[in-house]
Every structure is written in C-alpha cells, then in structure tokens.
C-alpha cells in the first residue's frame, strides 16, 4: 500500500485526474485497508 502523499511525489502528480481518482479509490488490491466499526474489529 502506498499512502496518497508518496505516490504523488512519486510521479502521481503528472497523472490524469481520472487515474488518481481510480487510485485512490481502488478497494480491489489484496492490500487495500478495509473500513470497520470498533465492534467488529474487537
């Protein structure tokens, strides 16, 4: 997983908006951090 703020100073930055959007909102890797309640999570 690789944060926001590197893959931009990392080449993001010349990307379409289109392809950041998708990359940021890519929840399909195996790596993706996944949103829970503190509930499940217990």
């Not at 010349?14 to 829970?36: C, F, I, K, P």
């Given at each position: 997983?690789i944060?926001l ?6 080449g993001?930055?010349?990307?379409t908006?289109?392809?950041r959007?998708m990359y940021?909102n890519?929840?399909?890797?195996h790596?993706s ?5 503190a509930?499940s999570?217990?």
């Amino acid at each position: 997983m690789i944060p926001l703020a590197e893959a931009w100073d990392s080449g993001a930055s010349t990307w379409t908006a289109v392809r950041r959007e998708m990359y940021a909102n890519d929840q399909g890797a195996h790596t993706s951090l996944v949103a829970v309640t503190a509930r499940s999570n217990r």
